[in-house]
């Protein structure tokens, strides 16, 4: 029973941080329709940024948030890149893939090849049914519960949330309305960027981080996105939790090593039901 305590806080975790991810992917592709498979970069250099300003003595609060803030600056640069030039989807797609690759080469330049990993929050670990959990742990749930809350309450209240939640629905509807669809764009990369940005942050102290990471990170996240179709926020969390819970109880009760294959296996399987439900719905 203790160890199974201890795979589902770990699960729950872990699978809120691919939530985050997979928030990233849906609000990209919402307002672009791109899929962005830099999406995982993002995680990475908020990770490594936050590592290096803490080596500098920046305060932990403030490293962790500048990391998100330079992860939405890099979103937007990548959007920049991606969008700007009205360029075809698939060629849109390509250069998120190239720009993952473009990434891997700047965090191996920068900070080599070592992995990387910083302490959370401290304090004692605390006791769930005999369970001893860390207190990382809790804050990786309190902190992205207060992301998808603050994400919620921007999209019902803002001009910006309220703009994207237009061009999600109806670009050319929009556009005739007098918001920059373009411009909203952007600001999706940069909402992309922060939300993996956090994700890296609080993933780092309980897994270490490497310069390579971004690709494991985008797979978990772009199938926990697939789950909601790539449009759901809600499903996307929901996807997360499921891939974060299945991974752990994998390492757990069978091998480590099994995780990534478990995760691929899950997404194929995502990709044909939602390939089988597409063709249903255009036979209707």
Known sequence: MTAFVEYLMT??????????LAMGFVFIYRVTRVVNFAQGAFAVFG?????????????????????????????????????AGDLPLLASLI????LSILS?????????????TYSGL??????????????????????SLALFALV??????????????????NPYAAKLSGINVKRMGLVAFMLGGALGGAAGVLITPLSPMTYDADVSLAITGFAAAIVGGLTSPGLAVIGGLVFGLAE???AGYWSP???????????????????RRMRLEGLE
């Open 248 to 250: 752990q109880f994998v």
């Open 104 to 116: 891997e080469a700047i965090l191996m330049l920068i900070w080599g090849t070592t992995p990387i």
């Open 152 to 169: 919620a309450l921007a999209f019902g209240r803002t001009y910006f949330g309220k703009a994207m939640t237009a061009c999600a629905s």
């Open 47 to 83: 990770g490594f940024i936050t590592y290096s300003l803490l080596r500098a003595g920046v305060p932990q609060g403030v490293s962790e948030l500048l990391a998100i803030l330079a992860a939405a600056l890099i979103g937007l640069i990548f959007g920049i890149i991606t969008i």
């Open 11 to 20: 699960g729950i975790a872990r699978g809120l941080v691919f939530a985050l």
């Open 257 to 275: 090593s099994n995780e990534t294959a478990v995760a691929l296996a899950l997404l194929i399987i995502l990709l044909l039901w939602q390939a």
């Open 95 to 98: 250069i998120t893939i190239g």
């Open 122 to 143: 401290t304090g004692h670990d605390f006791v769930i049914l005999g369970a001893f959990i860390q207190r990382q742990y809790l804050i990786v749930v309190l902190a």
